[in-house]
């Protein structure tokens, strides 16, 4: 058993002297030796992870560096994604990016400020000629931090190609120790047609596995009969971390022959969202558990297949045996299997309905319109990966559309006729997604007339809500009337009860001041060296408001030599 495990692994087995990458013109963006929070092509909320996030010691403020000679194309900075983000583009056609900063270079620092006074506005974006910003490899670029949806202290370091396809940094010659096989968590089977079926049931079933060796697993032998696909859970650890990251690549065999194949070389922003092909969508929504799918849906568009066979699906005949053999395997070729017996026998199972009576059907490559109640939905062409039968139901003052198990690729709009409602403060009325618990979630909502309409990814309980109170704001650092002489910056804290910030402004004498705003702590922060302050007291006046035009005024004085 032992050889033929070793045989089965060498027909899935990959070697990285075929890397047609540089590995070595590019340098660390950091001082310190890489270890990683987050591998490339993890799995994240509807997208794949474009990069590999470096801890930074629990720290901000290390300094990032240029990994090669270029110059700095891009710089952007916003609330939320990368927060402070720099690109930087290399002669040899490759770009890097880095994110979540905590600030720029001087040099940089200093346009960025300008271009944010000269908007007025924290969030700016600016695309630098070549002449600009030029850098040699290993020129300070900017300090690390934590800023934009970042949960934690580190480092984002992507690099693109020409085409901005983000590409597996570490096939760029970085080195990483990673000594440990992925860890399988639970291997799945999924009859796939009406005559398919595994012992008995036309269901996902778990596999029992019993270990071999160290990274080697047997699964008890399975009956079935027809097509059925497999499904994995994993993560990676590597050395030196206890983060759970991604697998590199994942490779099934039939027989000793290879029928399904992927790795996270590189992929397309464009098709990050088909993750939710990959996965095992409703099981993710029921449990939060991401079972990769070792087989193609007809839907399923990602370009990451290496080898497809017959897309992963194995024809199971009755009187034959097989052994599938399923490989999990990290960047550094580290490989967990799962031998799994199959033995091809007819099945005594009842046939699932999947046609329901209720519901409409729903075509997913054609527009589709449907009227409830005071509420109406659109959902352009491919909103959906597939065709179904949707479920659409009154409740409350708006309407209930299908269910979160089904995944959604694209926005479609919500449109609810308010002409019924009480006249008083209409203005302050928006779409509310309601979440299991009772909890209201602001959609962006627009009115026209007596009409309310969003666009969203979102399925389940949609309402007509009401916010008519206005935001808090409440200083952190400093009082009404105190000396800041000795102060770097003031902080106020921000929040809202119900439809969420929508904008702030706020001024120090009448002129306009550039507060960070961080979402993740409710903060406003300044920094007082943007002003020479004169002996005279100074105004400061913040005003935030909400998503439905509530509005907040607060206002102090202070002094500062």
Not at 27 to 51: C, K, M, Q, W, Y
Not at 85 to 108: C, D, K, R
Not at 338 to 357: A, F, L, M, W
Request: aromatic fraction near 14%; proline fraction near 4%.
């Amino acid at each position: 058993m032992r050889y033929l495990s070793l045989l089965l692994v060498l027909s899935c087995y990959f070697i990285h002297s075929q890397n047609n990458y540089p590995t070595d013109y590019f340098r660390s963006p950091l001082d310190i030796p890489i270890v990683l929070a987050g591998t490339f092509g993890e799995l994240r909320s509807n997208h794949f992870h474009a990069g590999m996030d470096i801890k930074t010691q629990q720290r901000e403020g290390l300094p990032v560096f240029s990994v090669a000679d270029g110059y700095v194309s891009r710089i952007k900075v916003q609330t939320y994604g990368y927060g402070k983000a720099i690109y930087v583009t290399h002669p040899n056609g490759y770009t890097s990016v880095y994110g979540h900063l905590q600030s720029f270079s001087p040099e940089i620092q200093k346009i960025v400020k300008e271009e944010q006074y000269k908007k007025q506005s924290y969030e700016v974006e600016i695309y630098p000629t070549a002449e600009e910003f030029q850098l040699k490899k290993g020129d300070l670029i900017a300090y690390s931090g934590n800023t934009g949806g970042s949960g934690g202290p580190h480092l984002h370091f992507e690099i693109r190609d020409s085409s901005a396809k983000p590409i597996n940094p570490l096939l760029f010659g970085y080195e990483v120790k990673d000594t440990k096989a992925p860890r399988v968590l639970g291997v799945y089977t999924y009859p796939i047609g009406e005559q398919s079926a595994v012992n008995n049931t036309t269901n996902r079933m778990e596999l029992r596995l019993h270990k071999e060796n160290e990274n080697t697993f047997i699964a008890d032998k399975i009956e079935a009969i027809g097509d059925i696909g497999l499904g994995v859970e994993t993560y990676d650890q590597l050395d030196m971390a206890y983060n759970k990251n991604g697998a590199y690549k994942i490779c099934t065999t039939v027989n000793g022959t290879v029928n399904f194949e992927y790795n996270f070389e590189k992929f397309s922003f464009d098709e990050s969202r088909y993750i939710n092909t990959l996965i095992d969508y409703p099981t993710y929504v029921d449990s939060r558990t991401r079972i990769q799918k070792c087989y193609i849906e007809p839907y399923n568009k990602l370009s990451i297949y290496k080898n497809k066979g017959d897309n992963g699906v194995i024809a199971i005949e009755e009187g034959m045996s097989y052994q599938v053999t399923l490989e999990v395997s990290d960047f550094s070729e580290n490989t967990t299997t799962i031998i799994i017996p199959v033995e091809g026998k007819k099945q005594e199972y009842t046939k699932p309905n999947n046609n329901p009576s209720n519901g409409k059907y729903l075509l997913a490559a054609r527009d589709n319109i449907f009227s409830v109640g005071n509420a109406s939905v659109f959902f352009p062409a491919n909103t959906f990966y597939f065709d179904f039968f949707i479920d659409l139901s009154e409740y409350k003052d708006g309407i209930v559309i299908h269910n979160a198990r089904t995944p959604v690729k694209s926005n479609y709009t919500i449109s609810m006729d308010i002409s019924g409602l009480d006249k008083n403060n209409k203005d302050k009325l928006f779409i509310a997604h309601e979440d299991e618990h009772g909890n209201y979630y602001y959609e962006h909502t627009y009115r026209k007339g007596n009409t309310l309409s969003t666009r969203t990814r979102d399925l389940g309980k949609f309402t007509i809500a009401k916010d008519t109170v206005a935001p808090k704001i409440r200083p952190l650092n400093f009082r009404d009337g105190q000396w800041l002489s000795n102060f770097r910056y003031l902080k106020l804290k921000i929040t809202d009860d119900l439809s969420g910030i929508n904008s702030y402004r706020a001024t120090i004498n009448g002129e306009w001041i550039l507060m960070e705003y961080e979402y993740k702590e409710n903060s406003l922060t300044y920094d007082l060296s943007d002003i020479d302050f004169g002996d005279e007291a100074n105004n400061l006046e913040v005003i935030v408001t909400d998503n439905v035009g509530n509005s907040t005024t607060f206002k102090a004085e202070f002094h500062r030599k």
